[in-house]
């Protein structure tokens, strides 16, 4: 038995990202019987997914190469695009594709949820500045809070360049992000800035002054979000019984990664939002921690970065030898991530045998709640209200059906976020 | 497409072409004796075209409109493709524009307009020019304004290139074919025609420009998304352009060098297609439409090191708009095109708006337009009238952003 999750991929961002998840998901031949396997793909080898985009180049591109593992009625096209307006995705995507369109995708999102054994939850796939990603997903997050009030939703949210990818994108991000929080249960945050010179973190001193390319950030982002949900045991597993019960990989039910790492890090409706980071080499885990210290640690000068809660997962341990540094290791990773002192368990530890993908190495990967979400926040209310002073864009949003309101609410949203975690920090 | 002419004599060497298989005969409209272009006597009139081609024309217009419309599975948007100082690109094409504004009113529309240059041989040019404006900004969405003065200067620049050989250094050999001069289409015709390489141009500007709508990408920019980034108030749409590299060099020496250069050169006044100086003065958003194997981190890195030398508004401090097609051009391994909303181009409105006032002060050759039915004097007012207020709503932008930026930052102490 094995609880069953399904993905939501929403616009441009979106599928690209879904594209490089599906290289994730694990298909062994031999264990495709097994519930384990299933996930986030059905008995039938489809995957758990629906997709949406305002325009048809992203997700055919996608069908031709993994066509096999996509149900026709689960994707969704528009014609025109959404044209990088959060108001065209959540207001007049219907317009362009139908009024029926909300009604079918719910209809297709039901018949997957009636597949799954034990339906626990979503995740979407979504970047927050675009025009589909960010408005429609909005639209798409408020849909299934209605219609499924006790499941789980998790937002992936990639947030663009600051040196700036589109001139709407401070509006389109503060709407989403406001109907985001409102709806959904926890956000993992990616912002394209830092997933680049993570990237060029990784690559060796001669390496680094390639280019980097939107499919290794893609990648990036794809492989991160699967080392924290995919499901940790495998079928292969040789532990005992007993042993089991002592190693924590098998306290999770399979399948419910997702929603215990929400659990763990987004314990609080008022904290949600959470970043992924992680570091592969083939080293003992004590040196693993201490190279991810080093390099992933080192604070943005000015920001804070106090975390309210943590999740680590290591995978790829065969030896299980983890738990035997946890002591050092532990105070090591509490000191980096400056957790707050009123957390009594402020990091949770999860291993895995396998690390996911066709990786063979050790890898470390750290969901954490922390408080740099501020100065992001800041940074997009700042921006948002010179624009809105000045009024400039506003009147391609009121073409399509937003209202002043709409952005008091975000921007009121938004600062109740920022209030909360600086809170969180005394 | 639809083709229309007041005269027959451009539309028939194009049905005569090799293009000829592309056109059909119910997409054209035209005419014998022109908007007014009478060699003897040399007068353009704007109004003829407007309002008397226009009024007798509407009703073939709108039935080819509509037959190329239905045609279309998904109508995004109309290119519309004309000078501003003749009679019949500047008269009918506005009165195409009101057209297409009252039955397609939720469809784009993207104007490629050619400005009168200085030495215009046009008389009436600016009478043309300024009535056409005020339609402009009511009716278009987007309007790419070019001029011939610029178009001239890219073609000698490309042609000097291939003429200079220094002492010791081998002559540039520019690979056939690769430059956004060349004409690709015309098979066997070596003969090229006047204007060809400078209509090549403008023909690349809509290539590049729509390549990411044609074309698959890692990060698609549609022509929505065009108008809804660069736009920031209804009527200041007017975009000015610029296409690097002009040609590509025959040996593959590519390094991360050349690229940058491609970045470094757009925003050189010498590769724009309407003479401006966006560098002295605001941008309000900018798009990088990049075409070929360039990489995200490539232009970002660009924007990094270009950012510093560029004015942007206030409120739009990193108003970057970026787009990524895979497929290069047709000779080139890849492309930009910059697409900049600047406060510069006040000044090209401003050369026109005086050289109408020449005119109209003294009211020189304002017969022939009002002698046309449905033209006034009003028009004329009405129309400088919304030219002057442009200008100032340009001046205002510009008024804020140097009075918010002279506040002199306080002190800071530790």
């Not at chain 2, 060699?39 to 037959?67: A, C, P, T």
């Not at chain 2, 970057?320 to 097609?325: E, I, P, R, S, V």
């Not at chain 2, 005119?359 to 030219?387: C, P, Q, W």
């Amino acid at each position: 038995m094995a609880a069953n999750n399904i993905i939501i991929q929403i616009g441009q961002c979106g599928n690209q990202i879904g594209r490089e998840f599906c290289n994730f998901i694990p298909t062994d031949a031999e264990n495709s019987k097994l519930p384990i396997s299933h996930v986030y793909q059905h008995y039938d080898n489809k995957s758990r997914c629906l997709c949406v985009d305002g325009e048809s180049k992203v997700i055919s591109n996608l069908l031709n190469n993994h066509g096999k593992s996509y149900r026709k009625q689960n994707v969704f096209t528009g014609r025109t695009g959404c044209g990088a307006n959060w108001a065209l995705g959540y207001h007049g995507f219907e317009n362009a594709v139908g009024q029926s369109f909300m009604d079918n995708f719910l209809d297709s999102l039901r018949k997957e949820v009636e597949r799954c054994d034990s339906y626990t939850g979503c995740i979407l796939l979504h970047s927050i500045s675009g025009g589909t990603g960010s408005g429609l997903g909005s639209r798409i997050c408020e849909a299934i809070r209605e219609e499924y009030p006790i499941n789980y939703i998790l937002s992936t949210g990639v947030a663009p360049h600051r040196s700036g990818e589109s001139p709407l994108q401070c509006y389109n991000s503060m709407l989403s992000l406001s109907y985001i929080q409102k709806y959904s249960d926890g956000v993992i945050l990616y912002e394209n800035d830092d997933v680049i010179n993570r990237i060029i973190s990784f690559r060796s001193k001669s390496e680094a002054s390639k280019s980097v390319s939107l499919k290794e950030m893609n990648n990036y982002i794809a492989k991160s979000l699967a080392g924290i949900i995919l499901p940790l045991s495998s079928s292969n597993s040789s532990l005992t019984s007993l042993m089991k019960q002592f190693y924590a990989c098998s306290c999770v039910f399979p399948g419910k990664e997702p929603w215990e790492m929400l659990q763990t890090t987004c314990s609080m409706p008022t904290h949600k939002f959470t970043g992924v980071q992680y570091l592969s080499k083939g080293v003992a885990w004590d040196s693993l921690v201490r190279s991810y210290v080093q390099n992933n640690c080192r604070p943005k000068s000015g920001t804070i970065l106090d975390s309210i809660s943590c999740l680590a997962v290591a995978r790829g341990d065969k030896d299980y030898s983890f738990f035997k540094f946890m002591p050092r290791s532990h105070e090591n990773l509490k000191t980096a991530h400056r957790c707050v002192s009123w957390n009594p368990f402020p990091i949770d530890y999860w291993t895995a045998e396998t690390d996911v993908g066709k990786g063979s190495g050790r890898t470390l990967y750290i969901c954490s709640n922390s408080c740099g979400i501020i100065d992001y926040f800041d940074h997009i209310l700042s921006k948002t209200s010179t624009m809105y002073d000045a009024k400039a864009f506003l009147h391609w949003y009121w073409k399509y059906g937003c209202c002043m309101e709409d952005f008091s609410e975000a921007r009121e949203i938004l600062q109740t976020v920022v209030m909360n975690y600086k809170d969180a920090l005394k | 497409a639809v083709l229309v002419d007041m005269e027959e004599g451009v539309v028939n060497e194009l049905l005569n072409s090799p293009l000829r298989d592309i056109f059909d005969h119910k997409q054209l409209i035209t005419d014998v004796s022109g908007s007014g272009n009478n060699w003897q006597v040399i007068l353009i009139s704007l109004s003829i075209g407007h309002h008397f081609y226009g009024n007798q024309y509407r009703d073939k217009l709108m039935e080819v409109l509509r037959r190329a419309a239905e045609k279309c599975d998904c109508l995004q948007s109309f290119f519309m493709i004309h000078s501003m100082g003749g009679g019949t690109g500047s008269g009918v094409g506005t009165a195409i524009l009101n057209i297409l504004q009252d039955h397609y009113p939720t469809v784009y529309r993207f104007v490629t307009a050619v400005y009168p240059s200085l030495d215009d041989d046009v008389i009436t040019s600016p009478y043309n020019s300024i009535l056409a404006m005020k339609q402009l900004t009511d009716n278009a969405d987007c309007v790419m304004p070019i001029d011939n003065q610029s178009l001239i200067d890219i073609c000698n620049r490309i042609n000097n290139v291939s003429a200079t050989a220094t002492r010791g250094i081998t002559k540039k050999q520019i690979k056939a074919e690769s430059t956004i001069t060349a004409s690709h289409g015309d098979v066997k015709n070596k003969s090229s025609r006047p204007f060809d390489s400078m209509n090549n141009i403008v023909a690349n500007l809509l290539l590049n420009m729509t390549s990411s709508s044609r074309f698959e990408g890692s990060l698609n920019v549609d022509l929505n998304e065009i108008t809804m980034n660069l736009v920031p108030f209804p009527r200041l749409h007017y975009l000015i352009s610029s296409m690097t590299p002009l040609y590509a060099l025959a040996d593959v020496n590519l390094s991360m060098r050349r690229l940058d250069e491609m970045f470094s050169d757009a925003f050189s006044k010498d590769y724009q297609l309407i003479k401006a100086d966006p560098k002295r003065n605001l941008y309000l958003a900018c798009a990088l439409l990049v075409r070929g194997k360039v990489e995200i981190s490539d232009i970002r890195r660009n924007i990094k090191r270009i950012r510093p030398s560029l004015n942007f508004i206030h409120w739009n401090d990193d108003g970057w708009k970026t787009g990524l097609c895979s497929v290069p051009p047709v000779g080139q391994p890849y492309s930009l095109l910059t697409l900049s909303n600047n406060t510069c181009i006040k000044d090209t409105f401003s050369d026109i708006q005086q050289r109408f006032v020449k005119l109209y002060r003294r009211k020189a050759h304002l017969h022939h337009y009002l002698e046309v039915d449905g033209m006034e004097m009003a028009t004329f007012d009405n129309s400088i009238e919304s030219l002057n207020s442009l200008i100032d709503e340009y001046n205002s932008l510009e008024q804020t952003t140097r009075e918010i930026v002279t506040t002199p930052p306080r002190l800071k102490i530790a």
